[in-house]
C-alpha cells in the first residue's frame, strides 16, 4: 500500500514568503520614499546654501555688506537669473551618474529630477527706501561702537539747536552791520553831506570774500577735483520709481531706538566711505561724507559746502562766547567808542562794535576751521584759554595759524553732527549712490546696481521622482 504523503508545510511556507516579501517590498518602498525625500531636501538646503555662497565679493571687500547680485555680471538684474542659479546647484546635487556607486554598475534606486524652481521672496538692500541696506550697514558695526559715543552726539545736537548756531545768523547779522556802516549819512564840520564810513573789519572781509577753502587750504590744487554724474545711480532711479522692489514686509527690529540705529548707520558711513584727510582708495569721490551732506557733483564744491557750515557754527559759537565774556565784550566796545570818536560819530559805536565783535568772531572761525582741517581739535563752546586770536591780530587779517592739537571736536565730529542734520531718506539715498558708483568702478562690475541685491530670498523646489513621488518644499535663506 502506497504512503500518502501531505503538503501543508509547502502551503506554509509559500504563504510566509508571500508576507514576508510583502513586508520587504513595502518596507524598500518606505525607504526609497523617505531617501528620496531626506535627498530632495538636502539637495534644496545645499542648493540654497550655494546660491548665498555666490554673495558679491566686492561689495563685502569694499562695505562689508552680504548681498546676491542678481546680474551676476550682466547688464540686467532680476530673480529668474538667481533661480537658474540654483537650478544649476540643485541638478549636480540631485544627480547621481558619477557616483562611485553608480559607475560600477549599481542601480540608482531614486532617480530624482528637478521639475521647477519659483523664487517666492526677495527683499533687495534699496527697499523701504533704503532702509534695508541702512540696518545691514548698522548691523555690520553695532557690536564694535559702544553708546557713549552715541551719546556725544546727542549732546552736541542739543547745543548747536539750544544756541542756534546752525542758523548762519552770525554772517547774515555781519552782512546788516556793514550794509548800515557803509550806507550811514552824515554832516561833517562843514556842512557837507557824507555817506559811508571806513569799517574797521574791512581787511577781514576781503578776506572772507576769497571763500573759506582758499584761508583753510594751502594748496587747493591737491583737493581733488571728481565729478560724478549723478543722474544714473540709485537714487535718482528711487526718486523716478525705476529701481526693482521686493515682496517682503518690513523687518520688526526692536534691538535699538531709531536714533540709535541712525547713528550706528552714520559710524558705518564714517568707517568705510571716504572724507577730506581719509580718502585713500577711493575712486568715484574722494570726499564721500561731504557728498552725502552736500549733495553736490564734484569734490570740491562737497567739501566747500561742508567748510562753509563748519565756519558758520564756528562763527556763531564764538559771537556768542565774544558777547557774553566781560573782558573781551569791553574790550571791543572801547575800541569801537575810540573809532567812532575818531570819525567824530560816537553815535556809530553800537554798530561798530556789533561789526568788530562779529569780525573777530569770522577771524577765529578761519583758524578753528584749520585746525580741525589739519587733524586738529576745536572746543564747540570756547572759554578763555582756548581762544587763539587777539582783537588786533584778528582786524589787520592775519589768518595764517592752525593747531594740530587740541581738545573739543574733531572735524569727523563735525561730520556726525552734519549727517545727523541731514533728511534720513536723503542720507541713505546718497550713500547708497557712493556705494554703487564705487562697485561700478571695480573689473567686471561696470553694470552693478543696488537694486538687483537680494539679502533675503525664498524658493518654492518641486522634485520628482521616476518611480512616481513628488516633493514640494520651500526654502528661505538670508546672510543673518
Known amino acids: 500500500m502506497k504512503k500518502k504523503e501531505n503538503g501543508y508545510l509547502t502551503v506554509f511556507l509559500s504563504l510566509c514568503i508571500a508576507v514576508v516579501l510583502s513586508l520587504c517590498l513595502t518596507l524598500i518602498d518606505g525607504a526609497r520614499r523617505g531617501?528620496?525625500?531626506?535627498?530632495?531636501?538636502?539637495?534644496?538646503?545645499?542648493?540654497?546654501?550655494?546660491?548665498?555662497?555666490?554673495?558679491?565679493?566686492?561689495?563685502?571687500?569694499?562695505?562689508?555688506?552680504?548681498?546676491?547680485?542678481?546680474s551676476y555680471g550682466t547688464e540686467t538684474p532680476g530673480a529668474s537669473n538667481t533661480e537658474i542659479r540654483l537650478i544649476y546647484y540643485l541638478d549636480k546635487n540631485l544627480t547621481s551618474a558619477d557616483g562611485p556607486l553608480l559607475?560600477?554598475?549599481?542601480?540608482?534606486?531614486?532617480?530624482?529630477?528637478?521639475?521647477?524652481?519659483?523664487?517666492?521672496?526677495?527683499?533687495?538692500?534699496?527697499?523701504?527706501?533704503?532702509?534695508?541696506?541702512?540696518?545691514?550697514?548698522?548691523?555690520?558695526?553695532?557690536?564694535?561702537?559702544?553708546?557713549?559715543?552715541?551719546?556725544?552726539?546727542?549732546?552736541?545736537?542739543?547745543?548747536?539747536?539750544?544756541n542756534g548756531l546752525d542758523t548762519g545768523e552770525a554772517s547774515q547779522e555781519k552782512e546788516r552791520a556793514d550794509q548800515y556802516i557803509q550806507e550811514y549819512e552824515y554832516e561833517d564840520e562843514e556842512g557837507k553831506q557824507h555817506k559811508?564810513?571806513?569799517?574797521?573789519?574791512?581787511?577781514?572781509?576781503?578776506?572772507?570774500?576769497?571763500?573759506?577753502?582758499?584761508?583753510?587750504?594751502?594748496d587747493e590744487s591737491r583737493l581733488s577735483g571728481n565729478t560724478l554724474p549723478l543722474s544714473g545711480l540709485v537714487y535718482q532711479r528711487m526718486r523716478q520709481g525705476k529701481v526693482s522692489r521686493g515682496n517682503l514686509p518690513a523687518e520688526n527690529t526692536n534691538w535699538l531706538d531709531g536714533f540709535s540705529e541712525r547713528l550706528l548707520f552714520q559710524e558705518y558711513l564714517l568707517r568705510y566711505m571716504g572724507r577730506y584727510g581719509n580718502d585713500e582708495g577711493k575712486q568715484a569721490f574722494h570726499y564721500q561724507i561731504e557728498y552725502l551732506i552736500a549733495g553736490k557733483e564734484n569734490d570740491t564744491d562737497n567739501l566747500r559746502h561742508v567748510a562753509d557750515r563748519i565756519c558758520a557754527v564756528r562763527e556763531a559759537a564764538n559771537a556768542l562766547f565774544l558777547w557774553n565774556d566781560p573782558a573781551k565784550s569791553t574790550e571791543v566796545e572801547l575800541a569801537a567808542g575810540a573809532a567812532a570818536a575818531a570819525l567824530g560819530l560816537p553815535a556809530l559805536t553800537p554798530v561798530l562794535k556789533t561789526s568788530m565783535i562779529l569780525g573777530w568772531a569770522y577771524a577765529e572761525s578761519v583758524y578753528d576751521v584749520k585746525t580741525l582741517f589739519s587733524g586738529g581739535r576745536v572746543p564747540l563752546m570756547k572759554d578763555g584759554t582756548s581762544w587763539h586770536y587777539s582783537l588786533a591780530a584778528a582786524l589787520s587779517g592775519n589768518l595764517g595759524d592752525s593747531s594740530p592739537g587740541g581738545t573739543g571736536m574733531s572735524y569727523e565730529d563735525y561730520l556726525r553732527v552734519f549727517m545727523t542734520m541731514t533728511d534720513l531718506d536723503v542720507l541713505t539715498?546718497?550713500?547708497?549712490?557712493?556705494?554703487?558708483?564705487?562697485?561700478?568702478?571695480?573689473a567686471g562690475n561696470e553694470f552693478f546696481r543696488l537694486d538687483g541685491c537680494y539679502d533675503r530670498v525664498g524658493f518654492d523646489i518641486r522634485i520628482s521622482s521616476a518611480y512616481g513621488y513628488e516633493y514640494r518644499t520651500e526654502r528661505k535663506g538670508a546672510y543673518f
Not at 550655494?50 to 571687500?61: F, M, N, P, T, W
Not at 557713549?148 to 545736537?157: D, F, G, K, P
Not at 539715498?429 to 561700478?440: F, L, Y
Open 103 to 162: 559607475s560600477s554598475g549599481c542601480r540608482d534606486l531614486l532617480k530624482l529630477r528637478l521639475d521647477g524652481v519659483k523664487m517666492t521672496e526677495m527683499s533687495i538692500l534699496t527697499d523701504e527706501e533704503g532702509a534695508v541696506f541702512r540696518r545691514r550697514a548698522a548691523e555690520a558695526v553695532k557690536d564694535d561702537i559702544g553708546l557713549s559715543a552715541l551719546n556725544e552726539v546727542r549732546e552736541w545736537m542739543e547745543e548747536i539747536e539750544v
Open 196 to 218: 559811508g564810513v571806513e569799517n574797521p573789519t574791512e581787511v577781514l572781509e576781503g578776506k572772507r570774500s576769497l571763500g573759506i577753502l582758499k584761508l583753510v587750504v594751502e
Open 429 to 442: 539715498g546718497r550713500a547708497m549712490d557712493m556705494v554703487e558708483a564705487d562697485i561700478r568702478m571695480t
Open 35 to 70: 531617501g528620496a525625500a531626506l535627498e530632495a531636501s538636502c539637495a534644496a538646503d545645499a542648493g540654497i546654501q550655494s546660491v548665498l555662497a555666490e554673495y558679491h565679493r566686492q561689495l563685502l571687500e569694499q562695505y562689508n555688506l552680504f548681498a546676491i547680485d542678481s
